[in-house]
C-alpha cells in the first residue's frame, strides 16, 4: 500500500509561488495521487489529482517525477487565504477498482506570510 | 460551498448514548464516504458506501455502524459513546469510486462532543 511523506511545515511569501513536495516512493503503477487542502476544520478541499502527466487547474499544478516516487504542488501566487493544512494522498485497494481508499497523513500545514 | 450537506453541526452528548449523523451527498454522486478527524490529527476513513453497498471500510470501530438509503443520503450511527469519540465527523461524496480519479467533496462536518 502507497504511502506519502510530506514536511509537517512550510513559510511562504504573499505573493510568491508555494512549492510543496510529498513522497511516494512505494506508488504502484495505477494510483492516484490526490491533493486536497483543510482551512481551519472545515470540510477538506480537493484542489487536484494526477497519474502520470503533469496537471494543471485554476487553482494549483501538479508535478508528478518521472518515476512517480514524489510529486509537487504548485501555487502559483500564494495568498493569505491559502495558509491551510496541505494533504498528499494515494488511493489503497486490494481489488482493481474497488474497495480503494485514501490514506491521510499529517499533511503539510503552509502558512502565507504577508 | 461544496453542495454535501452534513446535519447536525453541533452534537453534545453523554457517554453510553447512541447518536445518527446525516449526510446528503452531491446531486449525481454515487458514493459517500464517512470520515473521523480527532482534535489535531489527519482524517481517518471509517467507510464507503456506493449506490447503497457497502464498497470499503476502514478503521470503522464495531460500535459503529452506517448505510446508504435508496435516495443516497447516508447516516452514520455511533453507539455506546466514549471520550475518544469526541471529533469531526466528515462525510465526502463522489461520482464514483476514487480508483477510477474521482475527486470527493466533503461537506462541512459535525462536530462531537461526549462528556
Known amino acids: ?114 | 460551498d461544496s453542495g454535501v450537506t452534513q446535519t447536525p453541526k453541533h452534537l453534545i452528548t453523554a457517554t453510553g448514548q447512541r447518536v445518527t449523523l446525516r449526510c446528503s451527498p452531491r446531486s449525481g454522486d454515487l458514493s459517500v464516504y464517512w470520515y473521523q478527524q480527532s482534535l489535531d490529527q489527519g482524517l481517518q476513513f471509517l467507510i464507503q458506501y456506493y449506490n447503497g453497498e457497502e464498497r470499503a471500510k476502514g478503521n470503522i470501530l464495531e460500535r459503529f455502524s452506517a448505510q446508504q438509503f435508496p435516495d443516497l443520503h447516508s447516516e452514520l450511527n455511533l453507539s455506546s459513546l466514549e471520550l475518544g469519540d469526541s471529533a469531526l465527523y466528515f462525510c465526502a461524496s463522489s461520482v464514483g469510486n476514487v480508483g477510477r480519479g474521482n475527486e470527493q467533496f466533503f461537506g462541512p462536518g459535525t462536530r462531537l462532543t461526549v462528556l
Open chain 1, 1 to 114: 500500500d502507497a504511502k506519502t511523506t510530506q514536511p509537517p511545515s512550510m513559510d511562504c511569501a504573499e505573493g510568491r509561488a508555494a512549492n510543496l513536495p510529498c513522497n511516494h516512493s512505494t506508488i504502484s503503477g495505477n494510483e492516484y495521487v490526490y491533493w486536497y487542502r483543510q482551512i481551519h476544520s472545515q470540510g477538506p478541499q480537493y484542489i487536484i489529482h494526477g497519474l502520470k502527466n503533469n496537471e494543471t487547474n485554476e487553482m494549483a499544478s501538479l508535478i508528478i517525477t518521472e518515476d512517480r516516487k514524489s510529486s509537487t504542488l504548485i501555487l502559483p501566487h500564494a495568498t493569505l487565504r491559502d495558509t491551510a493544512v496541505y494533504y498528499c494522498i494515494v488511493r489503497v485497494g486490494s481489488r482493481p477498482d474497488s474497495n480503494y481508499q485514501l490514506i491521510w497523513g499529517a499533511g503539510t500545514k503552509l502558512i502565507i506570510k504577508p
